[in-house]
């Protein structure tokens, strides 16, 4: 049976889970579900663009191996106990800081939460996807070129997971390897592949000058 990552990954993500990482980074519980909606899959496009080269999905698939190949059976732990920091450095090895701080603004102006927020999401999340992977069949990661053979067809799961103008701003940022996964071929599915904790209500549409700067204020969307 193929394997939809997004949704392995999410599938995982509980309300309890949710919930603890909403304490954990102090953020408010009603933000914390968009916020990992749009984390989520934005993490896995950096893995995916990093396993597009060979030296990166050497490294990924190292990091992977890391884990010890074990399933994460209990997220709700795993989350909030995750070594803060651990996760960004691994984005940032592919991004740099500057890359993985520009797409924490992005988030950031989608979501209403704070740029360290969101960061610190991306953080969390980037453990959770190590582990969920680490739990597949080790056939997927065992080399760089089996890690990157396996991107290659989840590119599109990735894209249909973001919410609606994610994958565009992520695209118009001009990161390596991110942004060609964002710009991947086909419409964006607004009804989502991914079971998301709660379906996304993004704020405005983003600008290219606007994320290129520090986040300003944002108010939160109301429902109609």
């Known amino acids: 049976m193929a394997i939809n990552l997004p949704h392995v990954v ?88 500057a890359g993985l701080s520009r797409i924490a603004v992005v988030l950031s102006r989608l979501t209403g939460a704070r740029t360290d ?41 990735i894209r249909q997971a973001m919410p609606a103008g994610l994958a565009s701003v992520l695209a118009g940022l001009g990161l390596p390897g991110i942004s060609k996964v964002a710009a991947s071929t086909g419409p964006v599915d607004d009804r989502r592949t991914v079971d998301a904790p709660t379906p996304l209500r993004p704020t405005a549409p983003l600008g290219e000058q606007e994320v290129a700067h520090a986040p300003r204020a944002v108010t939160t969307p109301t429902d109609a």
């Open 10 to 97: 999410a599938s995982r993500l509980t309300p309890p889970a949710v919930e603890r990482l909403a304490a954990a980074i102090a953020v408010d519980p009603s933000l914390a579900p968009s916020l990992v909606n749009a984390a989520l899959p934005t993490v896995l496009a950096v893995f995916a663009g990093a396993a597009a080269t060979p030296s990166g999905a050497q490294r990924l698939a190292e990091e992977i191996g890391a884990r010890g190949g074990r399933a994460l059976e209990d997220l709700d732990a795993t989350v909030p106990a995750s070594a803060p920091g651990s996760g960004a450095r691994l984005l940032s090895s592919h991004l740099g800081d």
């Open 117 to 157: 927020q969101a960061q610190a999401t991306l953080d969390r999340l980037t453990i959770v996807a190590l582990g969920a992977l680490a739990g597949q069949d080790p056939a997927i990661w065992r080399s760089g070129q089996a890690l990157a053979d396996f991107f290659a067809g989840q590119r599109e799961a």
